[in-house]
């Protein structure tokens, strides 16, 4: 099967929210289907953090205090995955990065060539003006690549137990 | 995340009766204690005051945030609390805070904790939404306001 199979790499974006764990899950299962290479990436949000600064709700110093606990979270976010994917028998790749979100995902893309981005379902938006803002929908305008957006957790998780 | 899956009418107080910042947050610890089981209000009190100290976390518009980590809770707590006068929270305009918003995160839950804050920065923006708050007669009404917002409406 893997020698018809074009999808050959997968790149699963999580930022260790519900969804994007459901995302993981289908990411595996996929990648398991496909005889496909996973590999995850976690962004630490330093541009959210920026923000928080410039707006005076963070100081200097407890911003690098968060950004710290950011990629804490994120270890143990990509380190989750590796074992949710271990259970499955499936070795996978972690990622992390600082910086812009949407741009780290795309510049990640890039350069590792993914054939499928896989993302948790969209956040909820206050207006239709903060769709714009909101990361995943980012990441959607702004990959070069086919994107997956995983919605049905229920599904998903009957799908993933029955791997 | 939805903040009211942390806030319920329990978690609000219309009509803050401390009269300086010191009081107006020894009130809103009292009821966030008030709303968690076995945490230590003088130790959420100690890390608040803390913060603040570093930098006061009165925004613009009648708006603070004061939050901190503290490892005397287990998961994020957020309290409301509202003055109708308003009180002097050293804010950036230099005007009277009305609505205070207190964000306690246990030491090792940054995540949700960020994105709360970033949440409330970003929907306080909304001058509608603000004033619903503001003028909100009960604490249902505020959790109310906060929902319609996150629902989109």
Redesign the interface.
Known sequence: MNDINPLKNILLYIDGSEPSITAAQMAIIMAKAFGCALRVIYVVNEDLLSELLKARVFIQMEKMDYERDLEEDGKRYLNYVVKLADRKGLKVETVLRKGVVHEEVSREVDESGCDLLVQGELGEVLSLRDSFYEEGERILRKVKCPTMVVRGRDRVERLFDSL | ??LTDYITPDHVKIGLEGETKEEVIEELVELLAGNCEDCDADKVLEVVMN?ER??S?G?EKGIA?P?AKCDAIDSLSIVIGISRDGIDFEA?DEKPSHLFFLMVAPMTE??P??QA??KI???IK?DSFRESLIKAKTPEQVVESIAR????E
């Open positions: 995340m939805r913060r570093e930098g976390t925004l945030i939050h950036i940054s995540g904790h960020v804050i970033a920065v970003k929907m909304i917002v996150e629902n989109g």
